[in-house]
């Protein structure tokens, strides 16, 4: 019940949040074929908030990101709950509720991409302190793998012997 009530607060979360406040990753190339990016999140308020990102993917590829908590003293931290992203697959939900979080490789197009992060900010454990929580995050895009022409030289044998096993069967029936 406490997993399925979690996850109706952040999907209304995400899908209520408009895009007004997104804040502008800006990618910078860090290997052939590779683009970097990171972000921060910080709230003086607790409960089921959501940050917005958005940024510019240079190529068609596949988007990495991770989701780290900090946990100064005096604060419970952030627990993820889920992400959207305007590209691809809508509202996704964290099974835990882990400090550290991996995602992709998701498939993303070129050109201007929007994440959503669904959290909860835990108030301060000391109650006569002011909630502070904080988390960080990283954004790799990568490009599409490009077969190498040997790879495409073994693909069009094997596309051309299962034609021709085709046809000898077709023509004997």
Same mark, same amino acid.
């Given at each position: 019940?406490? /997993?399925?009530?979690? $996850?109706?607060?952040?999907?209304?979360?995400? $899908?209520?949040? /408009?895009?007004?406040?997104?804040?502008?990753?800006?990618?910078? +190339?860090?290997?052939?074929?590779?683009?970097?990016?990171?972000?921060?999140?910080? !709230?003086?308020? =607790?409960?089921?908030?959501?940050?917005?990102?958005?940024?510019?993917?240079?190529?068609?590829?596949?988007?990495?990101?991770?989701?780290?908590?900090?946990? +100064?003293?005096?604060?419970?931290?952030? =627990?993820? *709950?889920?992400? %959207? *992203?305007?590209?691809?697959? %809508?509202?996704?939900?964290?099974?835990?509720?882990?400090? !550290?979080?991996?995602?992709?490789? *998701? $498939?993303?197009? =070129?050109?201007?991409?929007?994440?959503?992060?669904?959290?909860? =900010?835990?108030?301060?454990?000391? +109650?006569?302190?002011? $909630?502070?929580?904080?988390?960080?995050?990283?954004?790799?895009?990568?490009? *599409?793998?490009? +077969?190498?022409?040997?790879?495409?030289?073994?693909?069009?044998?094997?596309?051309?012997?299962?034609?021709?096993?085709?046809?000898?069967?077709?023509?004997?029936?």
């Amino acid at each position: 019940m406490n /997993g399925k009530l979690r $996850a109706c607060i952040a999907a209304t979360a995400l $899908a209520t949040c /408009g895009s007004v406040g997104a804040v502008t990753v800006i990618l910078q +190339p860090s290997a052939e074929g590779q683009f970097t990016g990171s972000f921060q999140g910080a !709230h003086s308020a =607790a409960g089921n908030l959501v940050d917005r990102y958005e940024f510019v993917s240079p190529l068609s590829g596949f988007l990495s990101f991770t989701l780290d908590s900090a946990t +100064p003293t005096g604060t419970a931290g952030v =627990a993820f *709950l889920g992400y %959207g *992203l305007s590209s691809g697959p %809508g509202l996704v939900l964290f099974s835990s509720s882990a400090p !550290h979080v991996q995602v992709g490789p *998701l $498939a993303i197009p =070129a050109g201007e991409v929007q994440l959503s992060i669904g959290f909860n =900010a835990a108030p301060a454990l000391n +109650p006569d302190a002011p $909630a502070s929580t904080s988390y960080s995050g990283n954004l790799t895009v990568s490009a *599409l793998a490009i +077969p190498e022409p040997e790879t495409w030289l073994l693909m069009s044998a094997g596309l051309l012997a299962a034609m021709g096993v085709r046809r000898v069967k077709a023509s004997t029936a």
